[in-house]
């Protein structure tokens, strides 16, 4: 890939989560129907607002993942690993709470994806300390993603 232009492989990061996250939704058409038969914590929007934020949330990832992708640094292959990670997590999460209605092993689920995303926090600071703070609003949304699943857990 290295053929394509900076202009490019932006892109590229930028459709990479929202495909990722209209696929899971798209694999998940029970959302609606668990969200009526769980009860939720509060603060926990509805499906539609729910999906809005999983699309735009992870689209702050894409500055940090598109210089990763051009720099050359000794860290930049464990940190393209733990991006892939944290999409594939981010894939799986409403799938596995929602469509399954595994609450506790979506909470493990969650848990990972928020240890992973702290993990690729601290190798992007490595890399470049002004792209990490791209991340935080990530990482904070893995947060409510963990709250959202251990809410649940307990109240249903």
Not at 45 to 59: N, R
Request: hydrophobic letters at 60%; proline letters at 8%; charged letters at 5%.
């Amino acid at each position: 890939m290295n053929h394509l232009s900076h202009h490019h492989i932006f892109k590229l990061c930028l459709i990479l989560p929202v495909i990722a996250t209209l696929c899971s939704f798209l694999l998940s058409p029970g959302i609606s129907d668990a969200f009526s038969a769980f009860r939720m914590p509060p603060a926990v929007p509805d499906p539609a607002l729910l999906l809005i934020l999983m699309l735009l949330f992870p689209l702050a990832n894409s500055f940090p993942l598109s210089y990763v992708f051009h720099c050359h640094h000794p860290e930049r292959s464990q940190a393209l690993k733990l991006f892939l990670a944290s999409y594939f997590f981010l894939f799986f999460w409403p799938i596995l709470l929602f469509e399954y209605q595994v609450s506790f092993f979506a909470l493990v689920w969650s848990m990972a994806l928020l240890l992973i995303n702290c993990c690729l926090c601290l190798q992007i600071f490595l890399i470049r300390p002004k792209s990490a703070f791209w991340l935080l609003p990530y990482l904070l949304w893995c947060t409510f993603l963990f709250y959202i699943s251990f809410g649940i857990l307990i109240l249903n």
